[in-house]
C-alpha cells in the first residue's frame, strides 16, 4: 500500500477490507493457485508455456475441478433468498413456472385473525394468473408431494450424479507448436554451441510434451452416477422437515407439477413426480448428461417436456 501510495519509509496502518463472496470467488479462479505467473490479469507464458515461479497449492487437476465447483456454487445460490420456501425450485406449475409460497391473513367468525399459507404459480407475480393456475393449502399440497414421492421413489437407491471434468490440450498444443517453430528459426540461426544444446534441449522436451498431448487433445466432461446403498424411503425418514426435505429433492433432481382445478381445490391436487431416471431414460439422455453442473434451466426444460407427454397420454 505504501508503494501504490509512494509513501516510501513511512509506517501505515493495515486497511481491512470486508471479506465476500465474489472477492473469494474471483480468488479461487485465479491460476496463481496452479503456481502461475500472472501479468496484467493473464497467465505469464515463456517458450508458449505459463511460467511457474511458486510451488502450487493445487495441482492442475485440482483447479480443474475447483473451477467446475465454483461455478455450480454460484448458480446454485444465484437468486437465493433466505425466506425462500424450501420447496423452491421443486414445485412447477403445468405452465412450466415455479410455484411459490403466499400467505394471507383470513378472520374467523369469533374475530381470531388466522394466517393462511399456500402455493401458487409464479404468473402470479405479473399481475395476471396463467390458465393453470391454482392457489393450494400448504399442508395439503405437503401431503400431497410426499404421499406422491414415496409411492413413486421410496424404493428406489439414491444415486448421485458426480460431474468428472474434462481436458482441453488444444491451446496448450497450439503453443507449444508455436514455440517449437521459433526454436526451429533460433536454432538454425544459432552460433554457439553452448546456445544450440539448450535450445535444442528445450525442442526436444517441447515435442516430448506435444506428442503426449497431441493423444487426447480433447477428452469433455462427462456425468458418472454412482450409487449410494441408500433408499430415497429411509433418506426421507432420517430427515426433520421440510427445511431438509425440500431443498433435498431439488438436489437430487426431482421436480413436481401440480396438476388441477380450481373446482377440484377441496379434494386435492394431482402431483406428477419427474424423478431423474425418468430424464435418464429419454433418448436425450446423453444431452442431459452433459449438462453443465448447476445448470437447473436445462434440466428443468427437460423434466418439462417430460410432464407435457404424461399430461398429452
Not at 475441478?65 to 455450480?72: D, E, G, S, W
Not at 409460497?101 to 394466517?115: D, H, M, Q, V, Y
Not at 437430487?252 to 435418464?280: C, E, M, N, Q, Y
Amino acid at each position: 500500500m505504501n508503494a501504490g501510495e509512494r509513501k516510501g519509509g513511512v509506517k501505515t496502518d493495515l486497511k481491512g477490507a470486508r471479506w465476500t463472496t465474489s472477492t473469494l470467488g474471483k480468488i479461487l479462479k485465479k491460476p496463481i493457485l496452479q503456481g502461475i505467473a500472472m501479468h496484467k490479469g493473464e497467465a505469464l507464458l515463456r517458450d508458449g508455456i505459463p511460467v511457474r515461479w511458486a510451488d502450487p497449492i493445487l495441482s492442475d487437476e485440482e483447479f480443474a475441478k475447483l473451477q467446475v465447483a465454483v461455478v455450480a456454487l454460484g448458480r446454485h445460490r444465484a437468486g437465493i433468498k433466505s425466506k425462500s420456501s424450501p420447496m423452491a425450485g421443486v414445485l412447477y406449475c403445468p405452465c412450466g413456472r415455479k410455484m411459490y409460497e403466499n400467505g394471507s391473513a383470513g378472520k374467523l367468525n369469533t374475530g381470531e385473525i388466522r394466517p393462511h399459507r399456500y402455493f401458487r404459480c409464479s404468473s402470479w407475480s405479473n399481475g395476471k394468473a396463467c390458465e393453470f393456475s391454482v392457489s393450494w393449502p400448504q399442508d395439503q399440497l405437503y401431503a400431497m408431494v410426499e404421499h406422491a414421492f414415496l409411492a413413486k421413489s421410496g424404493d428406489e437407491e439414491i444415486v448421485e450424479r458426480q460431474y468428472v471434468p474434462g481436458r482441453d490440450n488444444r491451446k496448450r498444443i497450439e503453443e507449444l507448436e508455436r514455440a517449437i517453430g521459433n526454436l526451429s528459426q533460433s536454432i538454425a540461426l544459432a552460433a554457439s554451441p553452448v546456445a544450440l544444446s539448450s535450445l535444442t534441449s528445450t525442442l526436444e522436451r517441447h515435442a516430448a510434451n506435444l506428442e503426449e498431448l497431441m493423444a487426447e487433445p480433447f477428452v469433455p466432461g462427462r456425468w458418472q452416477v454412482v450409487g449410494t446403498g441408500q433408499t430415497y424411503a429411509e433418506k426421507w425418514s432420517t430427515m426433520r422437515g421440510w427445511s431438509e426435505r425440500g431443498p433435498f429433492l431439488c438436489e437430487a433432481g426431482f421436480r413436481l407439477f401440480v396438476w388441477g382445478r380450481r373446482k377440484d381445490r377441496g379434494r386435492g391436487a394431482t402431483v406428477h413426480v419427474i424423478s431423474p431416471s425418468d430424464v435418464a431414460e429419454r433418448e436425450s439422455s446423453a444431452l442431459v448428461r452433459s449438462i453443465e453442473p448447476g445448470d437447473e434451466e436445462a434440466w428443468n426444460l427437460e423434466a418439462l417436456e417430460i410432464f407435457k407427454e404424461v399430461l398429452g397420454a
